[in-house]
């Protein structure tokens, strides 16, 4: 409300005691454009005296939150950016830090790079990437993955390790979107030395920020028989289905695993909290053991995807390259077809 009680100061009519108008309660601080829009009578009916205590007080909270937190609460900021089948996103840095401040008691670190902006994989100006491109739904070359491979090692093995060991990681908040074999490949280069939040861009919000809307989410495996052979084929029903006709022909004959959600149809806001990844992030792991207890045999599994993007990072990072087969990826192409398109060792 207004300095003085009169009507010639914006909001000066609200019922508030004048010997209270000058305390810090009443007083925003705002530059002089912001304070001219505020105050600006075309406006005065959208910044009420409820809006701007309202606005104030969430501004407060927040500078509490991320000001109580100490030095070892900050978290890297990674950011993966590709544009699939033509379509544009938006992902700047100010939008991973209200994501990390909303979603975490971390508060972004963004040291590591020279101009400030965390570590950014921006996949956009790669051929393949199709963003001036018409047929959008092709399946990119082997040269596209190759470059697209060797910009994420060039940041992972690099900037990010080089901060690991210098003490100033430990934590990365990972914000990506790609297509799904480069989002398993960086998994697979992330370590697990250090502690890692995922984050992605959830369709019921139009928003970064975890909506935690439903209970957690529990998955389960349909696991084939024990069979001889060294290949099998996962087909991991997450955000959508897959159905076996769509394995390619020349695989067919290779043993199915089935990774799905319990008692719900795959969806694409079936992941909306940490917690679900996290249950998710156990079913790949139980899963990668019954490799290991009954089929020992299979030194390749070939993926089959209908993944959120936190969930195929979280699949390349559980996987243990040493002792767990290698992952073959394919690209779902033009027609529902699948076309392969890098091996993750």
């Not at 309202?54 to 927040?62: S, V």
Request: aromatic content about 8%.
């Amino acid at each position: 409300m207004g300095q003085q009680q009169s009507a010639a100061s914006p909001r000066g009519l609200t019922k508030y005691p004048k010997e209270q108008r000058d305390l810090a309660d009443n007083i925003i601080l705002a530059c002089g454009q912001c304070h001219a829009e505020i105050d600006d009578p075309i406006t005065l009916d959208m910044f009420t005296v409820h809006k701007l205590v309202e606005t104030k007080r969430n501004h407060e909270e927040r500078i509490k939150h991320v000001t109580g937190l100490g030095a070892d609460r900050r978290t890297v900021v990674l950011r993966m950016i590709g544009q699939l089948r033509g379509s544009p996103l938006e992902l700047a840095q100010r939008t991973a830090a209200e994501a990390v401040i909303a979603s975490s008691d971390r508060f972004p670190y963004f040291k590591l790079s020279y101009d400030r902006h965390g570590l950014e994989i921006d996949l956009r100006q790669l051929p393949g990437e199709y963003a001036d491109a018409k047929d959008v739904n092709s399946a990119p070359t082997a040269e596209y993955y190759d470059f697209a491979k060797a910009m994420i090692d060039e940041v992972v093995d690099n900037k990010l390790n080089e901060g690991l060991r210098k003490g100033y990681v430990e934590h990365v908040s990972v914000f990506a979107y790609a297509r799904l074999p480069l989002l398993v490949y960086l998994g697979r280069k992330l370590g697990d030395g250090y502690g890692i939040d995922f984050y992605q861009r959830q369709q019921t919000t139009d928003s970064w920020i975890w909506p935690n809307l439903n209970p957690p989410v529990e998955f389960d495996i349909a696991l084939p028989p024990v069979a001889n052979g060294t290949e099998a084929i996962l087909l991991a029903s997450i955000s959508g289905t897959v159905h076996e006709t769509e394995i390619p022909q020349h695989l067919k004959h290779y043993p199915v695993f089935h990774m799905h959600p319990m008692n719900q149809t795959p969806s694409g806001g079936i992941i909306d909290s940490s917690d679900t990844l996290e249950n998710l992030r156990m079913t790949y792991r139980r899963f990668f053991g019954e490799l290991e207890r009954r089929h020992k045999n299979i030194v390749r599994l070939h993926l089959f995807g209908a993944l959120p993007i936190s969930a195929a990072i979280t699949l390349g990072r559980v996987r243990d390259p040493v002792i767990q087969p290698s992952i073959v990826t394919y690209d779902l192409v033009d027609h529902g077809s699948y076309e392969q398109a890098i091996e993750i060792r």
